[in-house]
């Protein structure tokens, strides 16, 4: 069975740090990427970074560059998402999510499979 378990977030004052992680299960791990997204309350669910599975990297918000690292671990199945000086905008449900095939429709808030989701609030 296809599962994708995020964990890691939490409360945090403004300027603090979170490291978000997504376990995989191994059957899914070489699909064609792999995406963090957020989504609040309202809002159609973003994508905020993806990886491929040759390594590349795209972060699709602005207000994200500099601050939040996408990376993964081919060994531990798992996929990370680094975020510093957090920001109360920052504040969402966190999803990740996995995509079989190309294109990568993190780009469009999309994907094949999905965790469980993981919220982060971040506090001024």
């Known amino acids: 069975q296809v599962q994708l378990t995020e964990s890691g977030g939490g409360s945090v004052q403004a300027g603090g740090s979170l490291r978000l992680s997504c376990v995989a299960s191994?059957?899914?791990?070489?699909?064609?990427?792999m995406g963090w997204f957020r989504q609040v309350p309202g809002k159609e669910r973003e994508g905020v970074a993806r990886i491929l599975s040759d390594g590349g990297i795209r972060y699709f918000l602005d207000s994200v560059e500099g601050r939040f690292t996408i990376s993964r671990d081919d060994a531990e199945n798992t996929l990370y998402l680094q975020m510093n000086s957090l920001k109360p905008e920052d504040t969402a449900m966190y999803y990740c999510g996995a995509v079989r095939k190309s294109p990568c429709s993190v780009t469009i808030g999309r994907a094949d499979y999905w965790g469980q989701g993981t919220q982060v609030t971040v506090s001024s």
């Open positions: 191994a059957s899914i791990y070489s699909t064609y990427c």
